[in-house]
């Protein structure tokens, strides 16, 4: 009686605590104007192969360096061609770090859960703070496909402990014009901006910004 | 009229030997011709067509109706050929569509339609409204080229990474 009691009591602490959490986040201002002009924010990129990969690089170099520095471009298991055609971006600080795959294309959603634990294992050391900093630094941009969930739940777990966090952008391809990817449904909610390039995708979603093509 | 080029790509993805069968038809090729595109490049993917079993990555040379026809499977990279050519006409994938439109080359796009889930239309179709190319189905191409008139068609703007930095600068409290 009593360890139900205890169990119910516990459930309902996570639960008001990731309420609260996911609450805070949502209502969050802009963060404050920077103190420094000259400090640069680290930006990190998530990779995800093929035209996701190609649009991802392409928004990150049109980036002022003087105010943002790549610090890891973030790849799938298997995925040594994002990471070639990123080394002409990555600077000498700029991590590479691997990540296993969610779901492979085309694998069947009914076996999704096993491989989306085993990335959530695989990737959540991402989000665990080391001497205050948070490897993942200011900026996640993720575009695509489905591990994309996993990096953004990693994130939350970071918020609902209490960990920095960086804010997460996400932008729908350039190839969505009237309906959004399974992934761009599944996160539209759980990222800080959601970003859309063509103008029907704005009804698609509350959370969706139409902010023209990027790429 | 001084000698001008085509380049047909389907992809290196998935076959689309409807495409490939289409433009490689006399029809086409006619049409082709009589536009004064008297060479073809041809990237031919993984093909299952009898005609095409000898064709790899070292060019095949053929020519029909009046065309030089120059067949391969694959390349690393398409921009050279792309570069080289006069006219396009390619798979709906919004890769190579972006990548042809701002070398600004005229396009015809094919969207494949036994493709699953195929939203490769739905890009296709937004550009051929915003007359950045033209997008026709399979049946189609040999009256889109004979049809192609490339002064109606609008370039496509170059990249500017200007919005999606604002983007970044008002997360990041810039601005």
Known sequence: MAALAVVLGLVLLTITRAGYVYWI???????????????????SVFLGSGGHTTEALQLVAGLDGSRYNIRAFIFSAGDSLSVQRASSLS?????????PRARRVHQPLSTVPRTFFLSLFGTIR????????TPLGDILLMNGPGTCVVLCACVWIARFVGWPTPRMVYVESFARVTSLSLSGKILS???????????????????????GWLI | MSP??????????????????????????????????????????KTQLPDLA???????????????????????????????????????????????????????????????????????????????LISCSVPDVARAIRDLDTSSL??????????FQTILDEEMGFI
Request: overall charge positive; glycine content about 6%.
């Open chain 1, 25 to 43: 986040h949502r209502k969050s201002v802009r963060r404050v104007a920077r103190p420094s002009s000259t400090s640069t924010c680290a930006v």
């Open chain 1, 91 to 99: 600077g000498s600080a700029t991590q590479l770090i691997e990540i």
């Open chain 1, 126 to 133: 991402l989000v665990v703070p080391r001497a205050g900093q």
């Open chain 1, 189 to 211: 909610p759980f990222v800080d901006r959601f970003i859309v390039q063509w103008p029907q995708l704005a009804s698609r979603s509350r959370f969706a910004e139409h902010r």
């Open chain 2, 4 to 45: 001008r080029s085509a380049f047909l790509t389907v992809g290196a993805t998935a076959p689309f030997d409807a495409l490939l069968s289409a433009v490689l038809d006399d029809d086409a090729l006619r049409a082709l011709r009589d536009k004064g595109y008297t060479h073809l490049e041809v990237q031919c993917g």
């Open chain 2, 54 to 132: 000898q064709v790899s990555s070292a060019p095949w040379h053929t020519q029909r109706q009046g065309v030089d026809i120059s067949l391969w499977d694959f390349k690393s990279s398409l921009s050279e050929d792309i570069k080289r050519a006069d006219l396009v006409i390619s798979h709906a994938g919004s890769g190579t569509i972006v990548d042809v439109l701002r070398l600004g080359k005229a396009l015809i796009v094919v969207p494949n339609t036994a493709l699953l889930h195929n939203h490769q239309e739905e890009v296709a179709r937004a550009l051929h409204e915003r007359r950045h």
């Open chain 2, 154 to 163: 609008i370039p496509f703007p170059a990249f500017d990474g200007s919005e």
